[in-house]
Nanobody
Framework: QVQLVESGGGLVQAGGSLRISCAVS????????MGWFRQAAGKEREFVSA????????YYADSVKGRFTISRENAKNTVYLEMNSLKPEDTAVYYC?????????????????WGQGTQVTVSS
């Protein structure tokens, strides 16, 4: 059974930075494309970023491009999301997800496994 556990969320002031992590266990981490999604209160879950199996190719939603950086360490079975210049509208529960499909996607239906989420709150 594949398990994804997010960590590193918290409260940060606008303009600040935060790095969240997702540790994956259960199968070979490098066989998954990884993604980050977020869900604000009362809103749909939305795509934030994805990264290829090797880590060579990142993909970002327009709303976070230039502010967020996704990375992964396959030796540590971990994917990261470095978030800079945070805005109050970035406040949400952030979920990591693993996809067995090849290629990058912002389609949440393509992701096979999900973590429980970590809360990120940005105060103004």
């Amino acid at each position: 059974q594949v398990q994804l556990v997010e960590s590193g969320g918290g409260l940060v002031q606008a303009g600040g930075s935060l790095r969240i992590s997702c540790a994956v266990s259960g199968r070979t981490f490098s066989s998954y494309g990884m993604g980050w999604f977020r869900q604000a209160a009362g809103k749909e879950r939305e795509f934030v970023s994805a990264i290829s199996r090797s880590g060579a190719v990142p993909y970002y939603a327009d709303s976070v491009k230039g502010r967020f950086t996704i990375s992964r360490e396959n030796a540590k079975n971990t994917v990261y999301l470095e978030m800079n210049s945070l805005k109050p509208e970035d406040t949400a529960v952030y979920y990591c997800a693993a996809s067995e499909r090849y290629g990058l996607t912002d389609n949440r239906e393509w992701y096979d496994y999900w973590g429980q989420g970590t809360q990120v709150t940005v105060s103004s």
